[in-house]
């Protein structure tokens, strides 16, 4: 009989825990979100859920667990959680990725609808108590750029084909990744011949060395001036310096923005006041779901772990995703 024990990073009143009752009823469970509340069974823990975004706390309890061999992120993102003893730690860590997936695809869409039909100007028109017909964009047709085509990219192609999108996308591989939802993949280096072609760009890349700044003054100047750039993939892949000169200097059309360089986004930021920017606090993938959808894959990841089976979502520590 297995008998794992699990340290979970979590605040012990969290609700959803008592999902972790559903795990076998030998299964040792630690909660705490101070390292005190480990210290009788790391020694023997073999498994970590970071469910609290704590890099400091994995990063003190990673050091009191030797036996640690699998670490669970419920989130997709984790650049904030690579420290350099994770990394080379042979205990091999999964995440979210999927899970958050069809929401944000939705929100790009959303997004895509926001600005081709100017939603701004019409709940503007509405308040103001006018009726002012104007001109608007067909989607069909125009082309989206996706920067970073993992499951978020591919859960955004999808739904822009369903309304008649011609999709491009570029990824670390180019077309070694192509799986038939857009017309052509692009490498790194050939990201500008993509983006000129592009009426929208969905940025839906991880944060790693090679992303950070990725879009940047030569990525803008490259885009149409009716370009609209979109990001739900982490902030610092795109320079905001650059970002807000284009916005300020209407090179581009607008920005739908889900993520930022420093959250919460301060208050007298510059894209607080520009009227082609539309704002989200960073909770596109927040669903009435989405806390319950984690606590599940993760049960289910377990199952998989405790039987020998391969895991989902394994990242590649060194590559940062």
């Known amino acids: 009989m297995v008998h794992d024990t699990i340290l979970v990073l979590a605040d012990p009143t969290e609700p959803r825990l008592a999902r972790l009752e559903q795990l076998p009823p030998e299964t040792g469970i630690a909660v705490g979100m101070r390292p005190e509340a480990f210290e009788n069974a790391a020694p023997e823990a073999t498994a970590i859920f970071s469910w609290a975004f704590s890099r400091d706390l994995l990063r003190h309890v990673l050091a009191m667990a030797p036996r640690v061999r699998w670490i669970h992120t419920r989130a997709a993102g984790v650049d904030n959680l690579l420290f350099p003893e994770l990394v080379a730690s042979p205990a091999v860590l999964t995440n979210g990725s999927g899970i958050f997936s069809p929401s944000l695809g939705e929100w790009v869409l959303g997004a895509i609808l926001y600005f081709a039909k100017d939603f701004r100007r019409l709940i503007h028109a509405q308040a103001r108590n006018t009726w002012e017909p104007f001109t608007v964009a067909e989607i069909a047709g125009q082309t989206l750029g996706i920067i970073g085509y993992g499951d978020i990219g591919r859960a955004i192609a999808?739904?822009?084909?369903?309304?008649?999108?011609?999709?491009?996308?570029?990824?670390?591989?180019?077309?070694?990744?192509?799986?038939?939802?857009?017309?052509?993949?692009?490498?790194?280096?050939?990201?500008?011949?993509?983006?000129?072609?592009?009426?929208?760009?969905?940025?839906?890349?991880?944060?790693?060395?090679?992303?950070?700044?990725?879009?940047?003054?030569?990525?803008?100047?490259?885009?149409?001036?009716?370009?609209?750039?979109?990001?739900?993939?982490?902030?610092?892949?795109?320079?905001?310096?650059?970002?807000?000169?284009?916005?300020?200097?209407?090179?581009?059309?607008?920005?739908?923005?889900?993520?930022?360089?420093?959250?919460?986004?301060?208050?007298?930021?510059?894209?607080?006041?520009?009227?082609?920017?539309?704002?989200?606090?960073?909770?596109?993938?927040?669903?009435?779901?989405?806390?319950?959808?984690?606590?599940?894959?993760f049960v289910a990841q377990y199952q998989r772990f405790r039987n020998g089976e391969p895991l989902l979502n394994v990242v590649d520590k060194q590559a940062g995703y």
Not at 248 to 262: E, N, T
Not at 290 to 296: P, S, V, Y
């Open 158 to 297: 999808g739904r822009a084909r369903a309304i008649g999108m011609r999709v491009l996308a570029m990824n670390r591989r180019g077309a070694a990744g192509a799986d038939g939802l857009v017309e052509r993949i692009f490498a790194p280096a050939d990201r500008l011949r993509m983006i000129e072609q592009c009426d929208y760009i969905a940025v839906a890349a991880p944060l790693t060395a090679e992303t950070r700044g990725l879009i940047g003054e030569a990525e803008f100047a490259a885009m149409k001036p009716e370009a609209v750039v979109i990001n739900v993939g982490r902030g610092p892949v795109i320079q905001e310096s650059a970002l807000v000169a284009a916005l300020s200097g209407r090179r581009i059309k607008g920005a739908a923005l889900d993520v930022f360089d420093c959250e919460p986004l301060p208050q007298g930021h510059p894209l607080y006041y520009l009227d082609n920017v539309l704002l989200s606090p960073h909770c596109a993938d927040h669903t009435a779901t989405w806390l319950d959808d984690a606590m599940r894959f």
